[in-house]
Structure formats: structure tokens, C-alpha cells
């Protein structure tokens, strides 16, 4: 099997919020300015901190995460995805932090092992001097492979602090790769648990560029760019041939509907789907197609924009009683209930689904794991499941009789550990899903031809 050269490095934190995709979106910005290209990767399920890697890389990021993907698919879609110059990946939370507390399974630090990559710690020095040295040592010895080849300080108070904190890192003879100031105007804009999507406000796009530019000022790049050289070789991936587009999936994508894996859209169109991008805000009606796939998001933002547009939803509500497969996630499934109801207002939503969406001040936040038990527009017979699901609402008032496709055992679902609503030919579910995990995409396609052909 042929051996590949794929420069790459793993961008770690001590913990969340150290400043991980500023700097990450820094060190993409700076290896560009010197003519190459970089293919971003993000650790872990987020669907938010790409878009914010993507919008400086100017190239789709790609979701790396063991626990929705399996190792081997995860290895398979880096090397895959690797077609530019460097690959970057962003980690996620703290470097040792895995599926659960006391495991290592799905961190940041298992991606950078299965991928053999060296491994850049950013470390935050505000309200500490010396003692950033015995975090920086607990890392670097916490496992006997901990990959860690280099730091970066971040929220450096000034040229003191900057020189105590340098002075305290030598005994450890890892270079430090970047020293970033603390600056107000360079902190990125938060919500929930995460940053807001660069989709809702064109204003972040100029925001990232500046604070990208300006970190990017501040890091050894060519001491980076040297770095993501020296690394072991890949085995080659011989992907299965892509077939010729045979049947049409609209998609649902604007400011309110933008959380898709890439590779879940790469692997409809490697299984034959032509996708047809449209907007539940502006346009009027579902572009001419075979089967709807509506993702994540956060439509109560919008909700009145989409409330008003009455055409679309009675669009999408009619192809889906003449029983055009139809796939959502999260944001997709409120949109296909009656209404969302946020701070004491209520917006109309599709219908399609006898209940209400209310948003709650309780987040859910799980890796989901169950079983598909039910045969769907997904799966045609019973297998197991892994996925994630992230939200701040709840579906009310089902009726008695609903129909689901999972069970799980770990996660909350829609209703008592059951998830993956059927009605008509639609799938909905709080749960996202990654494709190649199982022949979802595969079986997706085969239903959505099916009904082009009646």
C-alpha cells in the first residue's frame, strides 16, 4: 500500500476557551500569506467553529470525531480531505478530554495519535506567570505520548509577563511557537456554548479576517510551517469510484439551516445525488427534486423570518404528504413541527408535524448511542447507531400514537430515549447523524430514487 506525505499539525487547548479557533484561524491565515493552501479540520461534532476556519481557509472544513465516525472512518476522511498543502485541525475542549471523564477515547489527543500528528498546545497565561510552566510540564508528561511539540501563550498582559512566562517554559526545551497579546477587540463573539455561526452575521467574516490577520502577527509561522513537515507517513485510501448523479436532494442552507458534516454531503453525491442548494428564508418553493434533506441550526433566531414565508413551508409540506423522502436533524425537525415558541413569541413553522417546538433555558448536550429498530428512509433493517445531539428545546404535545425509527441508551431524544420521528416519508430527529458510519447516505439515495421513478 502506498505511503502518503501529508503535512499536518493538531492545534490543542488546556481547556475550552483558550482562544483555540482565533489562533487556529491565525495560523491557517499566516501559512496562506506564504502561497500554501491549508485544508481545515475540527475535532470533535461542532458544527460552528468550522465555519469559522472555512471562511479564512477558503476550503470546507471536515469533522473529526472517533465516536460518530470509528477510527478507521476517521483515518480514511483525513486522508481523504487532505488535498491542499497543510491539513490544520482545530481540537476540541482540553487535549485529554474524551467521551467521558475519566478516558482518553474521542479527545483531541486520540485524533492526534491515530493520525500521528504533532501537536501545538496553546496555553492561557492571563492570571498566571511561573506556574504556567508546571501546566505546560502536567501536559506534556500526563501520557507517555503526548505529541506535544510546541507552545502558544495566549492573553499576554504585557513585555514583563511575556518574559516570565518565557523564562519559567525553558527547563522544558519545547519552543514556545507564538505569544498573543490580550486584546479585548480580537475576542470572538459567544452564544450557548459555542461561537455564532459566521452565516447569521456577514459582519463575522471581517471580524475572523482581523482577527486572524493580527493574531497571525504574533506566531513563529515558519517555524509552523516546519513543523507540519516533519511527520510519519499515511496509508493511501482507495474511496469506492463515485457514481454518476442518478436522483436530486435539495438541501436546505442559509443563515437558519447550516449544520452539515461535509462529509455527509460528500457522501450522498459519492452515492449518486445531485445537491440542489435552496433557502427555507428567501426562497419560495423546494427547487425540483427527488428527497429534501433539512439540517441543523438555530431556527428560532429567524423564526419570524421563516414564519413569514408561507409559501415555502406549505411547499415543503406538501412534497412531504405526497411522500418525497425527507431527512432532518435538530433545527430541520422544529422547523417541521406547528410552531416555535421563543420568549413569549410564537412562530409558524411548517406543520408537518402534529406538535410544538418551545424553547427552554436547559441544554441538552449527549453523544447519543441506540439502535435504529425501525426500518426508514435511512436503514432498511436494525443496526446500531452513534450520534450527538445539542439543543435548548422541546417538542410538546405529541401525539399518543407517534412513530419512531431509534431507541437509545445514551442521549435524550424527543420523547423518553426515543428519537427519529417517521411520518410519511419523513425521518426527523434531534440526533445528527454521520453518514459513513453506517449505509445511511446509500439507503438515503436508494429511497429518493425510488420516488422519482413513481
Known sequence: MMQLKIPRLVLAGTTSSVGKTSITSAIIHGIKKRGYSVQPFKAGPDYIDPSYLSAIAKNDTINLDVWLMGKQELIKSFVRNSKSSISIIEGVMGYYDGFSGDSNYSSTHHIATLLKSPTVLVLDASKTARSIAATALGFTKFHKNSLIVGFILNKIGSKKHEELCMKSLESLKIPILGSVPKNSELILDSR????????????????????????????????????????????????????????????????????????????????????????????????????????????????????????????????????????????????????????????????????????????????????????????????????????????????????????????????????????????????????????????????????SRR
Open 192 to 451: 450557548h456554548l459555542g461561537l455564532i455561526p459566521v452565516s447569521e452575521q456577514k459582519s463575522l467574516n471581517k471580524k475572523i479576517e482581523k482577527v486572524a490577520k493580527e493574531i497571525s502577527e504574533s506566531l513563529s509561522i515558519e517555524k509552523i510551517i516546519k513543523i507540519t513537515k516533519n511527520v510519519p507517513d499515511l496509508h493511501e485510501i482507495h474511496d469506492t469510484p463515485k457514481l454518476k448523479p442518478k436522483t436530486t436532494i435539495a438541501v436546505a442552507l442559509d443563515s437558519s439551516f447550516n449544520f452539515y458534516y461535509q462529509d455527509n454531503l460528500n457522501a450522498l453525491r459519492r452515492e449518486g445525488a445531485k445537491i440542489k442548494f435552496f433557502s427555507p428564508i428567501s426562497d419560495h418553493k423546494v427547487p425540483d427534486c427527488d428527497g429534501m434533506y433539512i439540517g441543523g441550526g438555530f431556527p428560532e433566531v429567524l423564526g419570524n423570518s421563516l414564519g413569514k414565508n408561507e409559501k415555502m413551508r406549505k411547499s415543503i409540506k406538501n412534497l412531504a404528504e405526497k411522500n418525497i423522502p425527507i431527512y432532518a436533524e435538530c433545527g430541520g425537525l422544529m422547523y417541521l413541527t406547528k410552531s416555535i415558541k421563543d420568549n413569549n413569541k410564537k412562530f409558524p413553522m411548517v406543520g408537518l408535524i402534529d406538535a410544538e417546538t418551545e424553547m427552554t433555558k436547559k441544554m441538552t448536550l449527549n453523544y447519543t448511542q441506540g439502535s435504529v429498530h425501525n426500518v426508514c428512509i435511512i436503514s432498511l433493517r436494525s443496526n446500531k447507531l452513534r450520534g450527538h445531539e445539542f439543543h435548548f428545546s422541546e417538542i410538546n404535545s405529541l401525539p399518543k400514537d407517534s412513530k419512531f425509527a431509534y431507541t437509545l441508551d445514551i442521549g435524550k431524544g424527543i420523547e423518553n430515549c426515543k428519537d427519529g420521528l417517521m411520518l410519511f416519508n419523513t425521518l426527523a430527529s434531534y440526533g445528527h447523524l454521520y453518514f459513513d458510519s453506517s449505509n445511511y447516505a446509500r439507503q438515503f439515495v436508494t429511497n429518493c430514487l425510488k420516488f
